[in-house]
């Protein structure tokens, strides 16, 4: 629970897709992953209250019977069951505000076997660039738009998630831990062979002038 994450315009978005699209209440239920961030900061403190108020009101205007539009669990889980819950997942939202690479997203995608789900990712995660050809593309500042790349994701036909979830496999196959670091091990080994380079006409010139 990070307000770089977006949390609370997710459940926003979430709140509005179901009033957009009333024919999936009941039917389709979303998963919360959160845990407690930075526990003491004041800053972090009010965010994490504020998205369980935003949560317990949705719940409390939406739920019906023993259906809840978001279960929320605070729990950590290990990479195990991680792995599970992306397997099985239709849809993957992650939705940060302003975020780093978000490995969360490359996760997903990964995880994804014969049936892939659809990934809906903002540009606001770093790594949105690499997997913007196959994600559906999030906006966690207009929840209108954000429902309706909900509905999206849900409506799309098994061939186009096949389809996205190739593309997106095939750019975590060309940009691997092993590559990135035989990339940046490159770039020394260039920069070292620049900065020898360098003193060694240094040196010459010095010669030159004495």
């Not at 195990?80 to 099985?88: C, M, P, Q, T």
């Not at 770093?126 to 997997?131: I, P, R, T």
């Amino acid at each position: 629970a990070d307000y770089t994450k977006g949390v609370v315009e997710r459940f926003t978005a979430v709140e509005c897709f179901f009033e957009k699209y009333p024919q999936w209440q009941q039917k389709v239920s979303f998963l919360q992953l959160g845990t407690r961030s930075r526990q003491g900061l004041p800053e972090f403190d009010r965010y994490w209250h504020n998205c369980r108020e935003r949560h317990n009101a949705l719940s409390s205007h939406l739920a019906i019977g023993g259906w809840q539009p978001i279960v929320w669990t605070d729990i950590p889980r290990t990479g195990g069951e991680l792995a599970a819950l992306y397997s099985k997942a239709e849809v993957m939202l992650v939705s940060p505000i302003r975020d780093g690479l978000n490995l969360t997203a490359k996760e997903y995608v990964a995880c994804q076997k014969s049936r892939p789900g659809v990934l809906g990712l903002s540009k606001g995660a770093g790594a949105f660039k690499e997997l913007s050809s196959g994600c559906v593309e999030l906006d966690p500042r207009n929840p209108e738009a954000f429902a309706h790349a909900i509905a999206q994701c849900l409506n799309m036909s098994d061939r186009e998630k096949s389809h996205r979830t190739h593309i997106m496999k095939e750019s975590l196959a060309a940009n691997s831990l092993e590559s990135w670091w035989e990339s940046f091990a490159q770039q020394c080994r260039m920069m070292q062979s620049k900065s020898l380079l360098e003193r060694q006409i240094g040196s010459m010139k010095e010669r030159i002038c004495s």
